[in-house]
């Protein structure tokens, strides 16, 4: 599961003042954690004494198990040193320009026009259940906007090979960053009120 850590930045190259929003992903990958611990200790268990002995063969149960425990462990390992994506959000006379990084590696410019943001609202990347609270303190969360051509809500932030979800605290930021450049656009009233928008 992915976290996101918000931070505002004012940069002033060459003596113009930028106010910008930096996403940092964060990677909480506690499970992978867990299960490189538990399949590498389980592994050098069942490996124990194997190269010791003389009566060492490849096919014994418990090496075959071992390596496929390794194999796992390895695959975690990996998952854990994934580069974490970056989000910069400024806007650009009336253009809301959001650059994606990877890691150092760039990876795409997302440019909007600020007066083709019609509505924004945050919505859960899962169905609701009837009995969940409105709002809370999960990562499944997507902020959407509507533009003055399609009826139809799109992901803000998208990227393409990966689900990329944000907390609502996260969201609510974004949207008071795009609301100070555009004060008219549209926030559904619960969020609004909720997030004091």
């Not at 996101?4 to 990677?27: D, G, Q, R, T, W």
């Not at 390794?70 to 253009?95: A, D, M, N, Q």
């Not at 890691?103 to 009837?130: A, C, M, Q, W």
Request: aromatic share 14%; glycine share 2%; net charge negative.
């Amino acid at each position: 599961m992915r976290k996101f850590i918000l931070a505002k930045f004012l940069i002033n190259p060459n003596l113009m003042v930028y106010n910008e929003l930096h996403i940092f992903e964060e990677s909480q990958h506690l499970f992978w954690g867990l299960v490189i611990f538990v399949c590498t200790s389980l592994g050098t268990y069942l490996l124990a004494g194997s190269f010791i002995f003389i009566d060492w063969n490849m096919f014994n149960p418990n090496q075959v198990a071992a390596l496929i425990l390794f194999l796992i462990s390895f695959r975690g390992i990996f998952i854990l040193s994934e580069p974490l994506y970056k989000f910069v959000l400024y806007f650009e006379e009336r253009t809301l320009i959001i650059e994606i990084s990877k890691g150092t590696l760039y990876e795409n410019t997302i440019k909007i026009p600020v007066d083709n943001i019609e509505s924004l609202k945050f919505t859960s990347h899962n169905e609701r259940k009837p009995s969940e609270a409105l709002f809370d303190f999960s990562t499944s969360y997507h902020l959407m906007y509507q533009s003055r051509e399609n009826a139809s809500y799109h992901k803000l932030i998208d990227v393409e090979s990966a689900s990329i979800t944000l907390k609502v605290e996260d969201i609510a930021d974004i949207m008071r960053f795009i609301k100070k450049e555009k004060p008219e656009v549209h926030i559904p009233k619960e969020q609004a009120t909720y997030f004091n928008l």
